[in-house]
Structure formats: C-alpha cells, structure tokens
C-alpha cells in the first residue's frame, strides 16, 4: 500500500468522526462494529473495551512517519481500547510497551504492519485485515450479502488477493482488472474463482467496486451509477474528486482505520 505522508496523517485524525459518519450512514456500523462483523458473522463477544494496546514508532528503512503511531493509537481509543504511543521507538519501545502491561503491539515498518500480539502470541498483518475489513463494509452497504453480486475488484497486490479471496468466500462473482499477467496467473493458479476482464467491461457490469490499486483517478463520474458503491482502503483513490462528490457516503476511503480496527479485533478475540 501507499506510503502515508505526515500530512496524510494528519488529515486522517481530523478527518476520523466524517469518515466514521459516512460509514454508519452507508454501511450501518461504525469502526468498531464493522470490525466485529469482519471476525465472525454471528455476533461475537471481543473485549475491546479496557484493552491494553501500544503503538511503537518504527525508525527502520524511511523512518517514523510524523503522527502516524498516534494516529493508530487515536483509532484504537475510539474502539474503546486503552491506547498510548510508547517513548521509545524500536526494541527499546516494544521493551517499554511490555513493561506497561500492553496486551498488543502495534507497529509498521515500510513493508509491514503488524499487530503483535503478546496474549495468544499471534501476528497480525494490516493486509488481509484491511482487506477483510472493506469487504465487510462493502457487504454492509450492499444490504448485508454479497451473494451472486458482481464485484469490480482493481488490482491483486496483497489486499486485492485477500479481497478476492473474502469476496469469493462469500460468494461474489468476483471480475477482475489486473494489467500484471504474472499477478493473475498466480491468482488463478491457487484455484481463485475470478474473472479477468478490462476496466470498461467491469464496469458496465458491476456496481460494487474495490479499489486495490495504488494507482488514482481513472474512474470518473460518468462511470459511476446512483448505485456505484466503491471501497477504497488506498491512497490515490483509483475515482477522480468528481465521481467522488458524486458517490458522497458510497464512496468508502480511509487508508487506515478499518485495518487498524479489524486488527485490534482480531488479536483479542
Ligand atoms: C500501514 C499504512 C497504511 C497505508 N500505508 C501504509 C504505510 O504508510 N506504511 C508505512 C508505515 C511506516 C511507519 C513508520 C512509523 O512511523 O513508525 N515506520
């Protein structure tokens, strides 16, 4: 995924309460409950209340993003977690963070971000769970199945192939665009039930849409319906600023919330 910048950062913090607005508008739950949904589909008790969850700034390869370790510390608390960045960066933060009694690390550096969590000794990976996460909200928007619903899925890095795996699982007749040979090959090899086609076919076909590519603006507002609903867990969205204010709520996009939340969920459950 995407580099986040300090400014993107900072935008995300402010922009939290609309985002989690849009969603309850759109999907009917907010963070907490569309991560929830995302772990088990009858309800489920995780305690996420009271839980003990530390952010760790991570110096490695490009370094710390400004913001970012609290961005996801700020995500965890409206989870209602116990959350704090710790001093320390690194080992010396993780050390730290275990000395305060944290039940789970969170931490990423410019390849991964995991959660690491110290009860069950489990990792867990932003990928699959933001993946997991914004088809969860997809389905919620969709009036709660995805049964024999065409989904338009935009590319097969590592959160468009668990996309299409948790698209598939819940039985979506998956359509692909994936310009990298190689990426479908491998995707169809592992026995995926999805379908290639090309952008303009994808869309006259599908009115849901994941956008898993890094690229942005290529779908304008012409190309979208009154019933056009997209999730967009990257940054650039792959829809122009038009079909954006067109979609308005329909038009699922924040690079770090979901993932965190379903995260949070998935190591304390
Ligand atoms: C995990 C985010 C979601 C979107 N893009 C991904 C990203 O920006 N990854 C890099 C994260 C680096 C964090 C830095 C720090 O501040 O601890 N090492």
């Not at 993107?8 to 907010?30: H, K, M, P, Q, T």
């Not at 491998?186 to 379908?195: D, F, P, S, T």
Request: aromatic share 4%; net charge negative; proline share 5%.
């Amino acid at each position: 995924m995407t580099r986040l910048t300090p400014e993107d950062v900072g935008g995300l913090i402010s922009n939290l309460d609309a985002f989690e607005a849009g969603l309850r508008e759109i999907a009917g739950f907010g963070l907490r409950g569309i991560a929830l949904r995302s772990v088990a589909r009858a309800p489920v008790c995780v305690p996420l209340i009271g839980a003990r969850l530390a952010a760790v700034p991570i110096t490695s390869g490009e370094g710390i993003i400004s913001g970012f370790a609290d961005c996801v510390a700020v995500i965890l608390g409206r989870l209602g977690c116990e959350a704090w960045v710790t001093a320390q960066p690194d080992v010396r933060g993780i050390q730290e963070a275990v000395a305060q009694g944290a039940d789970v690390v969170f931490m990423a550096d410019d390849h991964r971000f995991i959660a690491l969590d110290l009860v069950h000794g489990r990792c867990i990976d932003d990928d699959p769970a933001t993946a997991d996460g914004y088809v969860t909200a997809l389905e919620a928007a969709a009036g709660g199945s995805l049964l024999g619903r065409h989904v338009l899925l935009l590319g097969l890095g590592p959160v468009g192939r668990a996309a299409a795996r948790r698209l598939v699982s819940y039985g979506a007749a998956v359509e692909v665009v994936e310009p990298d040979e190689a990426r479908l090959q491998a995707a169809l090899e592992v026995g995926l039930k999805i379908q290639p086609v090309d952008l303009a076919e994808g869309l006259s076909r599908c009115d849901l849409i994941f956008d898993a590519t890094p690229e942005g603006g290529f779908i304008d507002a012409g190309d979208v319906t009154p019933l056009t609903i997209a999730a967009v867990p990257g940054l650039p969205s792959a829809f122009t600023a038009s079909a954006q204010a067109v979609l308005g709520s329909r038009h699922i996009h924040e690079p770090l919330a979901i993932g965190v939340a379903v995260m949070a969920a998935r190591a304390l459950v």
